[in-house]
């Protein structure tokens, strides 16, 4: 299993940016990355993905459009930019990592993914 470690959250007003990001303890080049997130009260909800390849990006329709998702494979990271932050942003972050080469929905399934990152808060204030 490849650990990994979320960070880069915070408090920031309504819309404000932040950029999340996810280290993984080896090489991740093989593995699908996904961002998930879990409100108070909710479950947990995808938000992003990217393929091992980084030829495929997903994206909830949610965040379509304000949020993006990036890899650097040299660096055993994977990003999520996030612009134009709302209240209902507001959740726990997750990232997670799947290994394979799928390029498809199955991306959009926390239940696909092996490995999670412990979580990072952002709480974005109206």
């Known amino acids: 299993q490849v650990q990994l470690v979320d960070s880069g959250g915070g408090l920031v007003q309504a819309g404000g940016s932040l950029r999340l990001s996810c280290i993984a303890s080896r090489r991740t080049v093989m593995y699908a990355m996904g961002w998930f997130r879990q409100a108070p009260g909710k479950e947990r909800e995808f938000v992003a993905a990217?393929?091992?390849?980084?030829?495929?990006?997903y994206y909830a329709d949610s965040v379509k459009g304000r949020f993006t998702i990036s890899r650097e494979n040299a660096e055993n990271t994977v990003y999520l930019g996030m612009n134009s932050l709302k209240p209902e942003d507001t959740a726990v972050y997750y990232c997670?990592?799947?290994?394979?080469?799928?390029?498809?929905?199955?991306?959009?399934?926390?239940?696909?993914?092996?490995?999670w990152g412990q979580g990072t808060h952002v709480t974005v204030s109206s």
């Open positions: 997670a990592a799947r290994y394979g080469t799928d390029q498809d929905m199955i991306l959009m399934d926390p239940r696909s993914y092996g490995s």
């Open positions: 990217i393929s091992w390849n980084g030829d495929s990006r």
